[in-house]
């Protein structure tokens, strides 16, 4: 591990709870740069020193997520944005000791919870296959939902109608929370994102139900399914947003555009 500078730049991959004194493996993160744990009571953000004039490329994006899956694996995690940076690791500290309530409650909300992705598109001229059996007439049907007008441009109407999907997919998977974003794609497509959290023990049976819902509702093989991810989407402010006195001491050089 280097030799601790409290007053160099330092790049910030996740933040996790272990022990103060815990062995933390060798790690290559961003650049081939070492990882290294900075301690704040119970709290450990994995970092990494990058020099001045160090430039972030396509690959960067690939090492952040690398470190955090790593990561993932054995603890839980609340991943920082890509590009996070920070000007010292006293305003590391400083976040963290400011924001210790929430952290904590966050901790303890997503502690064995993992997010799965689904992503489909939805069209004005493409029907997707019903399921054999007439739904109830309570419960939105997908096929319904799918088979609305979408307008080219992601406009109020356009949004109703992936609230209608996702809304559906909610009921039918049950998720802790779930969020979810739509963008237009060339022609009538519409491209809609969701991100669901739910408990690590119910990922195999999440991807049964997905595979099974996409024979059913959906042939086309529209409907994909990935994960399991970190917890990116449901994250506390302070955490996916640093806090404004970081942001604006933010080196120049080091200020990337977040996601």
């Known amino acids: 591990m280097p030799e601790k500078d409290l007053a160099m730049p330092v790049y910030a991959y996740c933040l996790l709870r272990t022990p103060s004194q815990q062995e933390w493996p060798v790690l290559q993160g961003i650049g081939g740069h070492p990882v290294f744990p900075s301690h704040c009571g ?22 952040h997520g690398q470190i955090v899956a790593h990561t993932f694996e054995t603890h839980t995690v609340l991943p920082m944005r890509f590009g996070t940076v920070f000007p010292s690791e006293k305003h590391v500290e400083n976040l963290i000791k400011e924001n210790q309530r929430e952290l904590l409650e966050t901790f303890s909300r ?26 109830p007439q309570k419960t ?18 356009t949004h109703a109608l992936a609230e209608k999907c996702v809304y559906w997919l909610r009921e039918a998977f049950r998720p802790l929370q779930d969020t979810f974003s739509c963008r237009n794609l060339p022609g009538d497509d519409v491209a809609v994102d969701c991100a669901h959290l739910i408990e690590a023990c119910r990922i195999e049976d999440y991807r049964k139900a997905t595979s099974s819902l996409a024979s059913a509702e959906m042939s086309d093989g529209s409907l994909r399914l990935s994960g399991p991810w970190p917890p990116y989407h449901f994250l506390p402010n302070s955490i996916r947003m640093p806090a404004p006195v970081v942001r604006a001491s933010r080196p120049k050089y080091l200020a990337i555009a977040a996601q």
């Open 110 to 135: 997503l502690r064995g919870k993992a997010e799965m992705r689904l992503k489909f598109q939805i069209s004005s001229g493409n029907e997707a296959k019903g399921p054999a059996k007439k739904s």
């Open 42 to 63: 119970r709290y450990t953000m994995l970092l990494s020193h990058l020099k001045k004039d160090f430039s972030f490329t396509p690959r960067s994006i690939v090492e």
């Open 140 to 157: 939105l049907s997908l096929k319904k939902a799918l088979t609305s007008s979408a307008p080219p441009a992601v406009d109020p109407k």
